[in-house]
């Protein structure tokens, strides 16, 4: 079964350092990977997803993330944090091939408080 | 704003009542889901349509659970004689799949649920 695991509750960066968001993923054949973060009392934003090509996915805000097969990870970065990244982010990947509904399967999400 | 829409934000109802939902999708999105979240949890899948036609329906939506898209926009989720473990918060995306193609979903900002 496709499945994705987020093994950070929470992550603690200060405000202008690195910051990595964990993510690896268990599914059959190629993953289709996601990246969203949900702010208080809002819905899911898209951020960048992997479908083929580039191993180095960049997205919105800055983020990009690295997928890496032998690993079977796809962890969300950012080379300098800013407070207002402080939200729930979730990686996802898409159901299995032969599931023609293409729906996602969520991670329990990771929270990311970047302190000033 | 052309981004998928909710309505309402917040429901509270009383334990046995029904409440209807509904989802406005970005317009030329042909395809809609519905997920439900928990609190501390990923958004899990409930049912998925395709334009006017509903293809999967997760084991998570009971019989007390129904959900249309009449004429392939709008969509309304019912949930009849409401649990007090119905309580979540239920996302709407909507996504647009040419050809073989495949887009991300864009989630709207979701309708809380509880019941007391």
């Not at chain 1, 996915?57 to 300098?80: D, I």
């Not at chain 2, 649990?83 to 073989?100: K, N």
Request: glycine content about 8%; overall charge positive; some cysteine.
């Amino acid at each position: 079964a496709q499945s994705v695991a987020q093994p950070e509750d929470q992550v603690n960066v200060a405000e202008g350092n690195p910051l990595t968001v964990k993510c690896t993923y268990s599914v059959s054949g190629n993953p289709y990977l996601f990246w969203y973060v949900q702010y208080p009392n809002r819905g899911l934003q898209f951020l960048l997803k992997y479908i083929t090509g580039d191993n180095l996915v960049k997205g919105s805000y800055g983020f990009e993330a690295e997928f890496n097969k032998s690993q079977t990870s796809f962890h969300l970065k950012k080379p300098s944090a800013l407070v207002s990244d402080s939200a729930l982010y979730f990686c996802a990947v898409r159901g299995k091939r032969m599931d023609s509904s293409y729906k996602l399967i969520f991670g329990s999400g990771t929270r990311l408080l970047v302190r000033p | 704003d052309t981004g998928v829409s909710q309505n309402p934000r917040h429901k509270i109802t009383k334990r046995g009542q029904n409440v209807t939902f509904r989802c406005d999708p970005i317009s030329e999105h042909n395809r809609l889901y519905w997920y439900r979240q928990t609190l501390g949890q990923g958004p899990e899948f409930l049912t998925y349509f395709q334009n006017e036609a509903q293809l999967e329906k997760s084991r998570l939506l009971s019989d007390r659970f129904s959900a249309e898209r009449p004429k392939g926009s709008f969509s309304t989720l019912e949930i009849q004689r409401t649990e007090q473990g119905d309580s979540a918060m239920y996302l709407c995306a909507s996504s647009l799949t040419t050809g073989g193609a495949y887009h991300e979903q864009y989630f709207g900002p979701g309708t809380r649920l509880t019941v007391t």
